[in-house]
């Protein structure tokens, strides 16, 4: 079984920076594929980026060029550097784990995160 945690939400003026952590529990955290969604008020979970096994990253048009994904696999930790951040990227964002190929399809995630909240004001 593996257990995600996130940490690093808070709340932000527009134009600033959040780094969000998730750390993993499991022995064979360098085999999963790593993933960050979000869910704003009404609205449905949406990919953010992932980052594969080999370090292979993957990003949502939203958010290119202002967001960034990394791992640290002796650490058993994937952050999300955030910069530049909008009233727009207000959700909470979510830690997901799967072995295999990347994906961006929610359903296809078989570990979450309890989410954490990240407000941006404007």
């Known amino acids: 079984q593996v257990q995600l945690v996130e940490s690093g939400g808070g709340l932000v003026q527009a134009g600033g920076s959040l780094r969000l952590s998730c750390a993993a529990s499991?022995?064979?955290?360098?085999?999963?594929?790593m993933a960050w969604f979000r869910q704003a008020p009404g609205k449905e979970r949406d990919f953010v980026a992932a980052?594969?096994?080999?370090?292979?990253?993957y990003y949502a048009d939203s958010v290119k060029g202002r967001l960034t994904i990394s791992r640290d696999n002796a650490k058993n930790t994937v952050y999300l550097q955030m910069n530049s951040l909008k009233p727009e990227d207000t959700a909470v964002y979510y830690c997901?784990?799967?072995?295999?190929?990347?994906?961006?399809?929610?359903?296809?995630?078989?570990?979450w995160g309890q989410g954490t909240q990240v407000t941006v004001s404007s």
């Open positions: 980052i594969s096994w080999s370090g292979s990253t």
């Open positions: 997901a784990a799967r072995r295999g190929y990347y994906t961006e399809q929610r359903q296809s995630y078989n570990y």
């Open positions: 499991v022995r064979t955290f360098s085999s999963y594929v």
